[in-house]
């Protein structure tokens, strides 16, 4: 008799364990607000990404075409996959002096692995990250940037 | 021919109730027949029929295929918080053809050493077994393809077929993984077989007869889920069960147990080839339930409640093909949310709860039932 | 001669030999086993590692001591976190620099949030092995908020790499506070609803009770830790053994079972979120004010000798020992990576079982396949 029992026990039990997780299924079903899908490229112009999110190296600018990097290299010892390279070339101040300064920073978005010890690193706060996330290129040349722009030139007062 | 027997059962009484004669689609389907028979010899009436009832099941197979494809992915979807396909059409309707049209596109790739006849042979069983099964199905008053005398068990004999094909596709695959998901699913629909079978006696002790049309004709005063008592919703419930199992969905899917077996017996399938599984295994879900709506839940017969005049009226005025469809779709639905719900079972523990469970309860449930109807207590 | 050699049928050729992975749904990975059958039945589990070998170990070698961070990230990258901060706490142990309160606090709550999130994302990956695939969904749902903060914070989502030698790469974002209590609110109405949906399940029970029973005796000699070991009843947790950061300084509760199956090994991680949120809770509204990092020199050199800072990760304890040679590269830099040792086990308490079992079993261990191969 008492292995009759359990045997109904052990059936109402299952059943009644399956209805508590169909529970939770239905009560989702029926409640389509909880969705918590973005639909993502309809939405990417209110698409606001975190300010800290590190999605690419960049080099701010001034409006004077100016930069406030002095070509010093720390970003590329720092570097840990040689993602960035310094191209310098030596220029002549206005008072005469030769002075190294930066011809070329040239970053490398496809190796980069966004450790950010570049950016902490620099002495000078040249180069920042920046939160454009869409990289997708068709060709992979196109993923070595120069980061600063042609002409431009090293913001006064930047040693 | 096959209109002839149509009309001849579900000719209307003269004591009908108006809705039935309004909604009756034996004066159509005899309208045709005698049309045809006029313009041609009996032969060719009959091979015309056939033809146009293939192209119908054809369409009707492939329009029910692609909405349950997609209202799958929709509800399954929404079950996990998501908003599932919604990017071909609005609300995503077209997704599913989108997907036929690329299924259609990709190469069929053939296996090394593998049985290549077997191996093309298989989806087609498959298929042809889901589409003799739809034969039997009463649709609407009078849509009838052929109304067997013995339609419940022709139904059943017939979706039981469909193993054959998932057999040999595990088989001629020449791939491991198939062959385990196919002698699964061989050992999983021998036993669940007998579990829908006797669910369905009940219902057939109940009824008195073996014939679909009958069946629905017997349940006009109410639906046999509520006339048999606790019997006769405990084989509803036997019968939803076994046969989630015997369309190897749902917690009982280990012929393709994805994270074991990959994709079990049609891993090596490609292209249209696989696209025959996947429909397939909608369409049998779609008969599956259809025989659950037919014969536990009334066809197409409306939802009537006692004296409720009005009520009843008023339910008159839904077509009855909506109603089977209605009736159809929830059980689909009931289905839909056991599988994506529950965790997988184990093969032995799926033959467990066969024999250890579901039989036993389904033979008491078979002798309660026959007492009910002996005593006449049911209502 | 060829015909009597195919007449000869031994048991090991009677054997039915699948190959599971290395790209498999199951592994998780680029794992691949070996799995001997007799019927649906396991005899022999050979785990075949080494598809997703980066030479990580070699690697650090060559790059400074800061630069090591951002590859142990991507070892086992679902407890990034933690791995860093075992790299950062042997650097700091070896140059004998004291780390202000408010760093300890802030990489104890962040390793926290790292494991639950992982737990989430086993979890949901657990359920999926089991094929209840609604779980795979909530669990990512519920991590996303964890990431959301991640991202805040770390400027990155998975690979976070906030920790530096010395303290933290920057300090935590105005909203962290905010946001994780908002997230430990959420997540424990949410939580039971995992134990409605498969907790309490009756299939679960059935194919995770007594299901690859792991003594403790094994647990001890194969060296299993984490969840898996504690399951076990191998007290194995270094956070209360050893404690390092915070840990010191607040209360939880070790979680030890003795039964040591799938099943067990399953609720230790459940209630090991609870036990993460508590800790959380301990500790959010109390961060001390200070500096976020000390001032280190610019190029870190290490004395000459060997440091070794075990820490508990979301699967176990991960060891990282450092043997410098007093340049600002390590001389050797080996890590005790807590999965490589858990798969050890795998052939040991799978087989017997059915191939149902071991993929659940194989689930419940919790592999996270690029720690295996480094």
Redesign the interface.
């Known amino acids: 008799m008492r292995s009759i029992i359990n045997y109904l026990k052990e ?1 109402v ?2 059943v009644w ?2 209805m ?7 009560s ?2 029926f409640r ?1 607000g ?4 973005q ?1 993502y490229p309809n939405n990417r112009k209110d698409l606001v990404m ?1 300010d ?3 999605g690419e190296v960049v080099m701010p600018h001034n409006e004077k075409n100016e930069h406030k990097c002095t070509g010093c290299g ?1 970003c590329e010892i ?1 570097c ?1 996959n040689g993602s960035i390279e310094i191209i310098s070339k030596s220029i002549v101040t206005e008072d005469g002096k030769k002075k190294r300064a930066i011809d070329k920073h040239i970053y490398r978005l496809g190796m980069c ?5 570049c950016v ?2 620099c002495p000078s706060n040249a180069i920042a ?1 920046a939160q454009g996330f869409e990289h997708a290129v068709f060709n992979r040349a196109l993923l070595i940037k120069t980061l600063n722009k042609p002409g431009s030139q090293l913001m006064k007062g930047v040693e | 021919m096959l209109f002839d027997i149509v009309s001849a059962n579900s000719a209307p009484l003269p004591s009908e109730p108006w809705w039935r004669v309004f909604y009756d689609f034996s004066s159509l389907t005899q309208s045709i027949n005698t049309s045809l028979n006029d313009a041609m010899s009996p032969f060719w009436t009959t091979v015309t029929e056939m033809l146009i009832i293939g192209v119908l099941f054809l369409l009707f197979y492939a329009v029910v295929g692609l909405f349950l494809v997609y209202a799958e992915r929709k509800v399954c979807a929404f079950m996990q918080n998501r908003l599932g396909p919604n990017r071909v059409g609005p609300f995503g309707i077209f997704q599913t053809i989108a997907d036929l049209v690329k299924l259609l596109f990709v190469e069929l790739i053939p296996i090394k050493n593998a049985d290549s006849f077997l191996f093309n042979l298989a989806p087609f069983i498959v298929i042809i077994a889901g589409f003799m099964a739809l034969a039997a199905i009463p649709f609407a008053m009078g849509l009838h393809a052929i109304d067997l005398n013995i339609g419940v068990l022709y139904v059943i004999a017939v979706s039981a077929m469909g193993v054959i094909g998932v057999l040999l596709a595990g088989w001629s695959s020449n791939n491991k993984y198939s062959l385990i998901g196919a002698m699964r699913s061989g050992a999983q629909i021998v036993s669940y077989e007998l579990s829908v079978g006797l669910s369905i006696i009940t219902i057939v002790i109940l009824a008195g007869s073996m014939q679909l049309s009958e069946i629905v004709e017997a349940q006009r005063a109410g639906w046999f889920i509520f006339r048999g008592h606790i019997p006769a919703f405990i084989a509803f419930i036997i019968f939803l069960i076994s046969s989630t199992a015997e369309t190897n969905r749902g917690p009982f899917d280990l012929a393709e147990a994805e994270s074991e077996l990959t994709a079990g017996y049609h891993t090596e399938y490609s292209g249209i080839k696989f696209a025959f599984f996947f429909l397939a295994e909608y369409m049998n879900m779609f008969i599956v339930a259809s025989i659950a709506a037919t014969v536990f839940l009334g066809g197409w017969m409306p939802f009537h409640v006692g004296n409720w005049v009005g009520f009843n009226i008023i339910m008159d005025f839904i077509p009855p093909f909506f109603w089977y469809i209605g009736k159809t779709f929830f059980v689909i639905f009931l289905m839909m949310w056991f599988k994506w719900t529950f965790p997988r079972l184990r093969i032995d523990q799926l033959l467990t709860l066969e024999w250890k469970f579901l039989l036993p309860i389904n033979l008491v449930n078979v002798l309660i039932m026959a007492f009910i109807v002996l005593m006449g207590w049911h209502f | 001669m060829e015909e009597k050699v195919k007449n000869i049928t031994t048991d090991e050729q009677q054997e039915y030999v699948i190959n599971m992975g290395p790209q498999h749904p199951s592994t998780h990975g680029v794992l691949r086993l070996v799995v001997s059958l007799k019927g649906e039945i396991v005899k022999n589990v050979q785990p075949h590692i080494g598809y997703i070998h980066r030479g990580i170990e070699k690697m650090c070698e060559s790059i400074t001591y800061p630069q090591i961070i951002h590859l142990t990230d991507r070892m086992d990258y679902l407890s990034a976190h933690i791995n860093n901060e075992a790299v950062c706490l042997s650097v700091e142990k070896a140059l004998e620099v004291d780390i202000p309160d408010r760093v300890k606090v802030i990489r104890t709550i962040m390793s926290e949030l790292t494991r639950i999130q992982s737990h989430q994302l086993w979890w949901a990956s657990f359920g999926m092995d089991l094929g209840g695939l609604t779980c795979f969904f909530y669990g990512l749902r519920d991590r996303e908020k964890i990431l959301d903060i991640f991202e805040e914070t770390c400027g990155s989502r998975m690979i976070v790499s906030y920790n530096c030698p010395g303290g933290l790469m920057y300090d935590i974002h105005p909203n962290f506070q905010k946001r994780v209590k908002d997230f430990i609110k959420y997540f424990r109405k949410i939580l039971p609803e995992y134990d409605q949906l498969l907790t309490g399940n009756v299939i679960f029970h059935e194919r995770s009770k007594g299901i690859g029973k792991l003594s403790l005796k094994d647990a001890i000699s194969y060296g299993i830790t984490g969840p898996s070991g504690r399951a076990s009843g191998f007290s194995c947790d270094v956070r209360k053994h050893e404690p390092y950061s915070a840990y010191d300084r607040i209360i939880f509760k070790e979680i030890l079972f003795t039964e040591g199956d799938t099943y067990h090994r399953y609720v230790a991680r459940i209630e090991e979120m609870w036990e993460s949120m508590n800790i959380i809770e301990q500790l959010i509204d109390n961060i001390p004010d200070g500096p976020f990092a000390v001032k280190m020199k610019p190029i870190i050199k290490l004395p000459e000798g060997e440091y070794y800072q075990r820490v508990e990760t979301a699967r176990g304890e991960l060891g990282v020992y450092i043997i410098s040679d007093g340049n600002k590269n390590p001389y050797r830099v080996k890590f005790r990576s807590p999965n490589f040792v858990n798969l050890s086990v795998l052939n040991q308490i799978a087989s017997g079982f059915k191939i149902a079992d071991l993929v659940a079993i194989g689930g419940s261990l919790d592999l996270v396949i690029p720690d295996i191969d480094r």
């Open positions: 059936i039990f299952g364990s399956l508590k997780g169909m529970k939770v299924t239905g989702y079903f389509p909880t969705i918590v899908t639909k975190f800290r999110f590190k720390i720092n840990p692995t966004f450790c950010a010890l902490k690193t990250f």
